[in-house]
């Protein structure tokens, strides 16, 4: 798959999160009768697989609408065939479970079997969620042709990303995707 054709799937998918899933992103505090602030607060706080749900929604729907209908979008998913998923990070191979993949369930032979690890979080994503997005491109047992980092509220104005892609040299490049959030009064 082309660069062009993600990049697209990518932002309509944030696009409709931001559109249809406006409620996700309001910032106002519902009122819990005498509960504190910081109650209501913690209350409020979503936990980002919520969010992650819905982006892989919109992003599986993506696909349908290219027709490109034989990858799977998983979230939280830790299994490579029968053994957890693990990757080699800092020289030690490490247990993990991405955010959302999109892939191809049990054909690994074919090619671009695994197309994109994301990894997304409400706030900045952290210098290891950026390694593991890269540890799973690098991999040779997943070569994931792109990456994919989303900060979903760390800018009260837009939802951020960071498209990894690798160069003809082998060199993983990066781009912003970036999608206007509404505003709240």
Do not use: C, W
């Amino acid at each position: 798959m082309e660069i062009e054709t993600i990049r697209n799937i990518i932002r309509k998918a944030l696009e409709e999160l931001v559109d249809k899933d406006d409620e996700i992103f309001k910032q106002k505090l519902p009122k819990l009768g005498k509960s504190t602030e910081k109650e209501r607060k913690l209350n409020r706080e979503l936990h980002e697989t919520a969010l992650n749900h819905r982006f892989a929604f919109y992003l599986e729907n993506g696909l349908i609408n290219k027709n490109l209908t034989t990858y799977n979008v998983d979230i939280e998913y830790n299994r490579n065939f029968s053994n957890p998923k693990s990757v080699k990070m800092e020289g030690i191979k490490i247990p993990v479970r991405p955010d959302i993949l999109i892939h191809k369930r049990m054909k690994t032979s074919e090619s671009d079997s695994h197309l994109l690890i994301i990894e997304a979080k409400k706030g900045k994503p952290s210098d290891h969620d950026i390694e593991k997005v890269k540890a799973f491109m690098n991999d040779t047992d997943y070569k994931y042709k792109y990456g994919l980092t989303v900060s979903y509220a760390f800018n009260q104005n837009q939802v951020e990303t960071i498209l990894y892609s690798k160069s003809k040299n082998n060199k993983i490049e990066k781009e912003k995707i970036n999608v206007k959030r509404k505003s709240y009064s």
